[in-house]
């Protein structure tokens, strides 16, 4: 069992999405996320186990890496295509319960923005390691962000900005959130953002990469 569960992390951390994918060149003809999710469950391994000793440890690494500028952007992008090939699989037991997700993060890019590269691979990363993402997509307004925590109460909110003239747009939404539900948590990012600007606006967290909102993330579950 342990087996099937390493080589489902290797492949979330290597981007093997499936067998009929080239990528990458030494895991060429070898079964992928997809095909070794779907045998892990018919061999009757837990749903959970699946999520938290396959998909979440291989997000962990891949994130650590790209952190340390030891992998860019096509290879995430690659290592969440094949979490999600293997996500398909267990969607069905998220569904029905009987997988628990760590919590509920909602992320959008700010009001005026239209930049979603960056958001996206922190939504992405944040999913992998166990999250239910509601991705509310660009040119998000406040009463978006506040509509979606109503909806699923206790949820972190994500803001992304990627502009000078649409970073500032997080303080009002910031300030919305805190007025309308007040105890919302809120993390920024984006490449203009830093920890000074978050400090000026009262968001409770930065990071500057999808790692760092992973661990904040986390650390508020234990
Ligand atoms: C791709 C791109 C575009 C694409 C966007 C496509 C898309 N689907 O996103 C298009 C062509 C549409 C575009 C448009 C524009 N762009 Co543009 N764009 C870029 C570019 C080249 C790359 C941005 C990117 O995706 N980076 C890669 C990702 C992975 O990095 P990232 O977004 O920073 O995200 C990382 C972190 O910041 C963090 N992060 C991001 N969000 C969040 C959120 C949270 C909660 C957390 C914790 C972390 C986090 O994690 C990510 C992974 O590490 C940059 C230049 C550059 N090299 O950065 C310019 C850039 C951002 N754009 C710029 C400009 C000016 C524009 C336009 C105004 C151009 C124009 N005159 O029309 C328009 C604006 C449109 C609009 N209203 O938004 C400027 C911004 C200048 C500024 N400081 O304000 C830049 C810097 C280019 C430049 N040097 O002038 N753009």
Aim: glycine share 10%; aromatic share 6%; net charge negative.
């Amino acid at each position: 069992m342990e087996e099937i569960l390493q080589q489902i992390a290797n492949c979330i951390e290597f981007g093997k999405t499936d067998k009929a994918s080239p990528y990458p060149p030494d895991m060429k003809g070898m079964d992928g996320a997809d095909e070794l999710t779907r045998l892990a469950l018919d061999n009757g391994i837990n749903p959970s186990d699946i999520l938290s000793q396959g998909l979440i440890p291989g997000m962990e690494k891949i994130g650590i890496k790209f952190r340390q500028n030891k992998v860019f952007v096509p290879q995430v992008l690659m290592s969440a295509r094949a979490m999600n090939l293997a996500m398909k699989h267990l969607k069905p037991y998220f569904r029905s319960g009987e997988v628990k997700r760590k919590g509920t993060f909602i992320i959008g890019t700010v009001v005026g923005d239209l930049h979603d590269i960056g958001k996206n691979l922190v939504s992405m990363m944040v999913e992998g390691n166990g999250w239910e993402v509601i991705d509310l997509g660009i040119d998000v307004k406040a009463e978006k962000f506040i509509a979606a925590v109503r909806e699923h109460t206790g949820s972190v909110v994500g803001l992304s900005a990627l502009l000078t003239t649409t970073m500032v747009n997080m303080e009002s939404i910031v300030k919305h959130l805190r007025d309308e539900v007040p105890g919302t948590r809120v993390i920024i990012g984006g490449a203009p953002v830093t920890e000074g600007f978050r400090e000026k606006i009262g968001a409770d967290f930065y990071s500057s990469d999808p790692q760092g909102a992973v661990e904040y993330l986390n650390g508020l579950t234990e």
